[in-house]
């Protein structure tokens, strides 16, 4: 995609209404069904400025998805030393923000059915797979490729995510079962990714 940016202040705001709105359709009907006319309703604009802004709707996709992992990388940062705990952080946006998963889903079923998830994911994952490999020499984690080690932890932290084909959490659970699944995970990740 273009490196397209809102040419105004009042610009930004109509560029982060249709950002908000395309998210919440992509999420809700995957890429084929999303509609655009839904959106510009939703986003109190017009087709013009969407096109405008983002491109193409392909192009609109990929700065949803792109803002969406952005803001999971944002949240939950990796931290190679306590990969238990950044499981921990994960399970939790995935509870508070499920539209992420729901995106990353509809993208792997409509777009990427293998490989990387997005073209630019082997720059994003640079940081993290340089952590777990700094930690992997300190004898701290596991040894193995250390994008294996990255994968395992994130399908891990994805046990109970939307995408669940076992069981789906939810926010308004009681959080007792949070707490239980927090320490459920931590313990499993630490065994899998602590030395023998």
């Known amino acids: 995609m273009a490196?397209?940016?809102?040419?105004?202040?009042r610009g930004a705001a109509t560029?982060?209404?249709?950002?908000?709105?395309?998210?919440?359709?992509?999420?809700?009907?995957?890429?084929?069904?999303?509609?655009?006319?839904?959106?510009?309703?939703?986003?109190?604009?017009?087709?013009?400025?969407?096109?405008g802004y983002f491109g193409t709707k392909d192009e609109l996709f990929d700065a949803v998805l792109a803002a969406s992992f952005r803001q999971i990388i944002d949240l939950a940062t990796i931290d190679a030393n306590d990969l238990?705990?950044?499981?921990?952080?994960?399970?939790?946006?995935?509870?508070?923000?499920?539209?992420?998963?729901?995106?990353?889903?509809?993208?792997?079923?409509?777009?990427?059915?293998?490989?990387?998830l997005v073209a630019e994911a082997e720059r994003q994952d640079q940081e993290k797979l340089s952590a777990i490999a700094a930690a992997q020499a300190a004898g701290t984690v596991v040894a193995g490729d250390p994008f294996?080690?990255?994968?395992?932890?994130?399908?891990?932290?994805m046990t109970w995510s939307p995408v669940s084909n076992v069981y789906a959490a939810?926010?308004?659970?009681?959080?007792?079962?949070?707490?239980?699944?927090?320490?459920?995970?931590?313990?499993?990740?630490?065994?899998?990714?602590?030395?023998?």
Request: charged share 30%; hydrophobic share 40%; no cysteine.
């Open 148 to 157: 294996d080690v990255m994968a395992m932890v994130i399908s891990m932290s």
């Open 15 to 51: 560029w982060d209404r249709i950002l908000e709105a395309a998210t919440a359709e992509f999420a809700r009907y995957g890429f084929s069904g999303a509609r655009v006319e839904r959106i510009t309703s939703t986003a109190r604009t017009n087709k013009a400025q969407l096109y």
């Open 170 to 196: 939810h926010a308004d659970e009681d959080p007792a079962e949070h707490r239980r699944r927090r320490d459920f995970l931590r313990e499993a990740v630490r065994r899998a990714v602590t030395p023998q």
């Open 3 to 9: 490196d397209r940016k809102p040419p105004t202040a």
């Open 84 to 116: 238990p705990g950044w499981a921990v952080r994960l399970y939790d946006e995935y509870l508070a923000h499920p539209d992420i998963v729901r995106l990353a889903t509809w993208s792997r079923l409509e777009r990427s059915p293998t490989g990387h």
